[in-house]
């Protein structure tokens, strides 16, 4: 097969199954309210289960759901009626996945459900089935055919149930007013904890800050500007900020003029300079930094007075980008 036939095929697998989602999406009726409805109020867990290539994707929308503030578990069906039923509480939510509503793996574990009182949730493709019909909210994930080729291997059908997963997990955080704090919180570890936890105040200094008041001189700014990275705030005093002196300030002004180290300060600081807060999260401001060619800005309380200075490569030697 040559490689252009290659690139064909694997763009038809695209095609069906962005199809398959946007099908799915004409489809979202009242049901998806319901979905999450039932789960925001639940005060217990989101039992998910399913067999198969539906339970993988089960597994997925479990984890989805738990990083996203809403606690769930994968439940095996068949584990679940030999002692695992006993994780099951009467306040949990299920959300149970088989493509044909009839997987008969997963009749014992409805039965047990409605038992308990445990409201169901179904993702299927089939809204006649068994399952749906015994559902309190009903998702549906049907497809016309799947990508592969004999139209038997789950694909288009997997895709479209973990869409609509994602969809609830994500509107569940939106309606939960979910925050990226409370993201982080859960998300503690590796470059994406770094990210979302590391505020201003941990990475800026604080200490012999560069300030100048605005009656100096640049002979006077001199010396800081090179010792301190490029950077001398000027103030008024009591931490207010009049402005501030780059390095690029000075080189430009070198330029042209001869007399550039008795000429004041004020004469050539930006009066409105850009400057970040204490307490917003660091990865904000190295995209403000980037984006505006600055490598350094004075930090601000929440008075507006000035607490440190934060630098670029400190931002980036801290691994929030």
Do not use: W, Y
Not at 279 to 285: P, Y
């Amino acid at each position: 097969m040559m490689d252009g036939d290659l690139v064909m095929r694997g763009v038809r697998v695209l095609r069906l199954e962005r199809e398959a989602i946007a099908a799915v999406e004409a489809r979202l009726d009242g049901g998806f309210a319901r979905a999450v409805h039932l789960i925001a109020r639940s005060r217990g867990r989101v039992i998910v289960a399913g067999v198969g290539k539906s339970g993988l994707i089960g597994r997925k929308i479990a984890a989805t759901l738990t990083s996203t503030g809403t606690p769930a578990t994968f439940l095996h069906p068949v584990e679940s009626v030999h002692g695992d039923l006993g994780i099951v509480g009467p306040d949990d939510v299920a959300i149970l996945l088989s493509k044909s509503g009839e997987t008969a793996e997963l009749m014992p574990l409805l039965q047990e459900l409605k038992r308990l009182g445990v409201g169901v949730i179904a993702i299927t493709g089939e809204l006649q089935s068994t399952l749906a019909r015994a559902a309190d909210a009903t998702l549906d994930s049907g497809v016309t055919e799947e990508a592969c080729p004999h139209d038997l291997a789950p694909t288009t059908s997997t895709t479209a149930a973990l869409a609509l997963g994602d969809a609830l997990a994500v509107t569940l955080l939106e309606h939960k007013g979910f925050r990226r704090e409370d993201f982080a919180r859960l998300h503690p570890g590796g470059a994406l904890g770094k990210k979302l936890l590391t505020t201003v105040a941990d990475v800026m200094e604080n200490e012999h800050l560069p300030v100048l008041p605005v009656t100096a001189t640049m002979r006077e700014a001199l010396v800081p500007l090179a010792e301190r990275r490029g950077l001398v705030v000027l103030s008024t005093g009591e931490g207010v900020v009049s402005g501030v002196v780059t390095a690029g300030d000075l080189a430009r002004l070198l330029e042209h003029r001869t007399d550039s180290f008795d000429v004041p300060v004020a004469d050539v600081m930006t009066r409105t300079p850009r400057t970040a807060r204490a307490d917003e999260l660091a990865s904000g401001v190295v995209h403000r930094m980037e984006r505006f060619g600055i490598m350094a800005m004075p930090v601000l309380n929440g008075h507006d007075r000035l607490v440190g200075v934060v630098h670029l490569h400190d931002l980036l030697r801290a691994g929030v980008v």
